[in-house]
C-alpha cells in the first residue's frame, strides 16, 4: 500500500533527465555508504517506479502517494522477505516488504497457526498496511493490524535502525504504526499469531432496510470473541438486475441464486449484505457448527428466503478478493484507471451518509463492491498515528471500483468527481469523517485531518525525520520544512 520514497538526495534546482547518465551525478553523494542492493536511473526504473504500477512496496498507494520527485523510491519487494514463525510463543517475525498473503500461506501451510486481524486483499506488504491501520472483518474482535504487532525494525529518517515495542522505543512504536510512512521504514514486524481454523461456513443474508442492517452489524460486532462470528463485514448493492452492481453480485454460488421475489414490496434503490463467517475445524462435528450459525443468525432482521450460505476453506475465503483481481485482470478492467475511496464515518452520521450517498449518489452502484462495516473505537490504541472520528462505533466505506474502460464506463474524470462530491457531502453536512488512506494536497488540508492530534504528528515529525526525508509524496510536511 504504502511505499516508502526518500528525496533529499537529489540537486532541486536542476531537472534528472531519464537516462543512465542522470546516475552519474548522483552516486558521488552515497560514496563511503555501504549500500545493499542497487541503486537505478531513468528508463525501466522509472517505469516501475510510475502511478500506473505503483511504488513499492506492492504498489497499491493511491493518487501518486509514494512517488519522489527527483528523488529515491525505496522498492521494498526487492528486499529479501523472512517470515520466522515461533509456534510455541505463537508469533511470527516478517520482512516489512512481504505480502501478508505469503504470511498466510507460511503461516498457515507450515505451522497451522494463523494472524489474527487481516485485510480484505492480501497481495499487499506487511509494512504498507501497518503504516495505514490494516482493517477487515476480523477488526471488531481484534482491532486492526496495527492492534496485533509487538514489535517493529524500523529505519528512521534520522538514518538510525531501531527496534521498537510498547516497552522499548515506544514512542517510535506508536509513531509508526498508522504514521504513512512519515517516521520510518518498517523492515521488521512481529506479528500475532493464533490456531488457523481449517473451514469456514460463509453467509450472506439482505436487508432493504438500512436502520435494521446497522442494527444487527453494530449487535454482533458489539458481542465479542466467543459469542458471535469470526468475521463480520457488509456492502450495498443495487437493487437491479444490473449483473455487476445489483442481485447477480450477491450468490456464492450457482446453486442458491438470489430471488427478487422474496424481498419486501418498499425497498428502494439500493440493498444491503450483511457478511459474516463462521470459523471450524474438519473434526468439528456438522450438527454443531449449524447450531452455533443458527443461535448467532436468529434474531437477525434481514428479508426472510435471502439468506445465502457455502463451506469453504478458510485460505479459500481470505483470498476471495485476489480471484475477484484475477477476473478483473482477465477481462481488462483492471487495467483501465479506478480510483477507489476509503473512509471511516461516525456512527452518528452513517445514517444521513446512507440517505445522501449510498440512495443518492451512488444508487447506480460504481462497478465494484461497495463495503460498509462498523469498527469499534475501543479496539485502537490512541497513541498510534491514525486519525479517527470520534464516538464509540464507526464505519468503514470502501468503494472499490472495477470499471470498464471508457466510454463503456465511466471516465476516469467523472470517477474522482464522484469520490470528490462524496467527500465533499460529508464536509458540506459536518459530518464526522476521517479519509482511509487518505490523501490531500496541502499542509492545511492535512491538519484537519489530523485534527487535535496535529501538534503530536508534527512532533513525531521532528524527532524522526526533521529533514522530511521519508513518503515527500503524500504533501504533509513540504521539503525545507521547520517545525512551527
Known sequence: MIAYAIDRFLDHDNDVESSSSAGADVLPLFTGIDLL???????????????????????????GQAMAHRGLVVDMKTIEHKIDVNPTAAYADVSGGALWADVLKRCVLGYGLAPRSWT????????????????????????????NVTELEVVTGNGDVLVCSNNQNSELFFSVLGGLGQFGIITRARVLLQP?????????????????????????????????????????????????NGWPSMPLNPDQPFDPTRMTPNAGPVLYCLEVALHYKNEDPPSAIDERAERLVGGLKFMEGLRLEVDVGYIDFLV?????????????????????????????????????????????????????????????????????????????????????????????????????????????????????LPHYNSMDAWKLHFGHQWPRFQERKARFDPMAILAPGQKIFPRNWQPS
Open 320 to 436: 476471495r478478493v485476489k480471484r475477484a483481481e484475477e477476473g478483473a485482470m482477465a477481462s481488462g478492467i483492471w487495467d483501465a484507471p479506478h480510483p477507489w475511496l476509503n473512509l471511516f464515518v461516525s456512527h452518528k452520521n452513517i445514517a444521513d451518509f446512507d440517505r445522501l450517498v449510498f440512495k443518492n449518489i451512488l444508487k447506480q452502484g460504481i462497478g465494484g463492491p461497495i463495503l460498509i462495516y462498523p469498527l469499534l473505537r475501543s479496539k485502537w490504541d490512541s497513541r498510534k498515528s491514525v486519525a479517527l472520528p470520534e464516538g464509540d462505533v464507526f464505519y468503514l466505506v470502501a468503494l472499490l471500483r472495477f470499471s470498464f474502460p471508457y466510454p463503456k464506463g465511466l471516465s476516469l474524470e467523472e470517477m474522482m468527481a464522484q469520490n470528490q462530491e462524496i467527500v465533499q457531502t460529508c464536509t458540506t453536512n459536518a459530518f464526522d469523517f476521517k479519509l482511509y
Open 37 to 63: 542492493g542497487t541503486l537505478e536511473f531513468g528508463g525501466g526504473s522509472l517505469r516501475a517506479a510510475a502511478p500506473h504500477s505503483g511504488c513499492r512496496g506492492n504498489g497499491h498507494s493511491v493518487n
Open 120 to 147: 480484505d486483499y492480501l497481495d499487499l506488504t506487511v509494512g504498507g498496511t501497518l503504516s495505514n491501520g490494516g482493517v477487515s472483518g476480523q477488526a471488531f474482535l481484534y482491532g486492526p493490524q496495527t492492534e
Open 196 to 244: 488457523a481454523p481449517d473451514m469456514v461456513r460463509w453467509i450472506r443474508v439482505v436487508y432493504s432496510e438500512f436502520s435494521e442492517f446497522t442494527r444487527d452489524a453494530e449487535l454482533l460486532a458489539s458481542r465479542g470473541e466467543g459469542n458471535s462470528f469470526d468475521y463480520v463485514e457488509g456492502f450495498v448493492f443495487v437493487n437491479s438486475d444490473d449483473p455487476v
